[in-house]
């Protein structure tokens, strides 16, 4: 069974740029999940998806942050503008659905704004 | 007050040793608790699940909760060098789709 895909794992930007990072799940998850993981703290959700709708989004900075995953399967985080303290481990993670905690994670993405 | 609260560490022990990872919590509504594994430069991946109180053992690992006071632990038998990782502990309410709050994750480095 293939696991969660990520790209890029690493990207550099500088601050006022904007970046995508791509997801794609392992296949026949429902959920996904973006979480944030800055140096030294644990995961911290931005937004889960059920299929191609938003089950929680309370955590996205919304006025620079955008996910989607349209069709239900690979999703799409944007950061614009990127900020200084926008740097982190971007980590995607899927599950079988809403009410299953076991979360499969990728390797993450790692952003570096200068 | 965070809602968890975990040692960063790191914690250093020789091979053989029996290690002791914890953490507490403030919400009395958890009811789920996960101890997840995450090696340098990958992502975490899940170790132990347990709900309410109690122990639960696999092979090497035994996780245990004590929700009187809002405790949880791992420990892991006969340390390997290849357990040194960070260790994440994580816990939701129940009732329905809840998230998960993870804490900052102990790193843990096993010498041989």
């Known amino acids: 069974e293939a696991g969660v895909a990520q790209s890029p794992r690493y990207k550099i930007i500088e601050k006022r740029q904007s970046v995508a990072f791509w997801c794609n799940p392992i296949s026949g998850h429902a959920t996904l999940y973006w979480y944030q993981q800055i140096l030294g703290q644990g995961p911290k959700l931005l937004i889960q998806?059920?299929?191609?709708?938003?089950?929680?989004d309370s955590q996205l900075p919304k006025d620079r942050f955008s996910a989607e995953r349209l069709k239900g399967v690979d999703s799409t985080l944007k950061i614009q503008p990127a900020k200084l303290e926008d740097s982190a481990v971007y980590l995607c993670a899927s599950s079988l659905d809403l009410f299953r905690d076991e979360q499969y994670f990728g390797p993450g993405t790692r952003l570096t704004v200068t | 007050q965070k809602e968890v609260e975990q040692d960063p560490g790191p914690l250093s022990v020789p091979e053989g040793a029996i290690v002791s990872l914890n953490c507490t919590y403030s919400n009395s509504a958890f009811q789920y608790f996960m101890w997840y594994r995450q090696y340098s430069r990958k992502g975490p991946e899940l170790l132990m699940y347990?709900?309410?109180?109690g122990n639960k053992e696999d092979g090497r690992f035994t996780a245990q909760v004590d929700k009187s006071s809002k405790y949880i632990s791992l420990f892991i038998r006969d340390s390997q060098p290849s357990d040194s990782a960070t260790y994440l502990c994580?816990?939701?309410?129940?009732?329905?789709?809840?998230?998960?709050?993870f804490g900052i994750g102990t790193k843990l480095q096993v010498i041989p």
């Open positions: 347990t709900y309410s109180s």
């Open positions: 994580a816990m939701r309410n129940s009732g329905g789709y809840q998230k998960v709050t």
């Open positions: 998806f059920q299929n191609n709708g938003v089950v929680d």
